[in-house]
């Protein structure tokens, strides 16, 4: 029967009540089961743990953790879902399987002015009632002072006050530069990624000391703001590869930014790399398909994110965790870095 706003009333949440009727119990009984306490029958139990498959019975999150003070969830919390923290879930995901946790993925969604801050104004929403724990990527501050455990990957401000995974950031950087050094490149500009990062700043340590330790002197010029984002990567290489002296390799502080060099490289009409040499830093799937496949930094994101559960789980039991796990990074090179060209007219 229709309501008087001419909508269909949705199927009604399945209560204990219902469990309780259709398995011929008392709700004491089925509440016993649920929750996995003593006194129960096991032809009883077994009897209320078909009735709650079939109907479909799921407890309330936020009653489970009343009573018990746990909901067996633990949350991962991301900025927003682009291909990093994509890639991070999938490790994330499958070193949670056979735990016996639940997963909850959450979005601060922030932006501009919203950004700072935007992790402790989630954990604040979620943690007591909803999740146990939490892994966090790329918080922007230091979460020492939350009420429950957490695991912070590659955080803006690099290890300090908490539990922090993350990848050797400045070496990659340096195997990246050394590696467009072998090819015969000398003028390699650098696309860096946003100054508030300590990722950021750790890599381009590495292009700087990299090519000081080749006996080149850094050119200033070469040093462009991508912000880690496609776009601002594009017009910035626009930029750089319009110059009279222009530089005949790019190392890209992330993959997003080496995708806008090499945007910007196609809509000047140059090769890749048979004009210029290309390299970015992730991995992200993406990084294989795009024309030509991109030379990148490799970091292990979905290590980072399984070592990240190891180290919750072991806070969850209340045993001493690591304080700082570091990856090492490996160079995939693929088809968009190759010899210096002999001219950059």
């Known amino acids: ?5 001419g909508v269909r ?16 119990v008392s709700i004491p009984t089925v509440s016993k089961v649920i929750n996995q306490r003593d006194g129960v ?29 746990r909901t067996g969830v633990v949350g991962i919390l991301v ?46 929403r979620l943690s007591g009632t909803l999740i146990d724990g939490a892994i966090v990527v790329t918080p922007t501050t230091a979460l020492s002072s939350s009420s429950i455990p957490v695991v912070a990957i590659d955080p803006h401000t690099g290890p300090e006050g908490h539990a922090t995974v993350d990848a050797d950031n400045e070496g990659g950087a340096v195997d990246a530069v050394e590696h467009l050094l072998a090819l015969g490149h000398t003028r390699i500009a650098h696309v860096h990624g946003r100054a508030d990062l300590a990722s950021a700043q750790l890599r381009e340590a590495g292009y700087r000391r990299a090519l000081v330790a080749a006996g080149i002197t850094v050119d200033e010029r070469l040093v462009r703001d991508g912000g880690y984002q496609e776009d601002q990567s594009a017009a910035v290489a626009h ?59 490799v970091q292990p994101l979905a290590e980072l994110g399984s070592r990240a559960v190891e180290m919750l789980l072991t806070m969850l039991r209340g045993e001493p965790a690591s304080a700082h796990v570091r990856l090492p990074t490996t160079l995939r090179v693929r088809q968009s870095t190759g010899p210096a060209p002999t001219t950059t007219a």
């Not at 029967?1 to 706003?5: C, G, I, R, S």
């Not at 995901?93 to 402790?120: C, F, K, N, Q, V």
């Not at 005949?248 to 090499?262: E, I, Q």
């Open 1 to 5: 029967m229709d309501t008087a706003l």
């Open 9 to 24: 009333p949705g199927p009604s949440r399945v209560t204990i009540g219902d469990v309780a009727r259709a398995a011929g």
């Open 41 to 69: 029958a096991p032809a009883t139990m077994l009897r209320v743990q078909q009735v709650v498959e079939e109907l479909g019975y799921e407890t309330s999150l936020v009653a489970r953790s009343l009573r018990s003070s």
């Open 79 to 124: 900025p927003e879902f682009e291909p990093f923290s994509t890639e991070l879930l999938r490790g994330i995901s499958s070193a949670t399987t056979g735990t016996g946790y639940e997963l909850l993925a959450y979005a601060g969604l922030m932006t501009g002015a919203d950004r700072p801050g935007w992790e402790r104004r989630s954990l604040s």
């Open 239 to 297: 930029e750089l590869l319009t110059m009279a002296d222009r530089p005949t390799a790019v190392f890209a502080a992330n993959d997003s930014s080496a995708f806008g060099v090499l945007r910007a490289a196609a809509a000047l009409g140059l090769r890749v790399p048979d004009d210029l040499s290309v390299i970015g830093f992730d991995d992200v799937p993406q990084a294989s398909t795009t024309t030509p496949p991109l030379t990148t930094v």
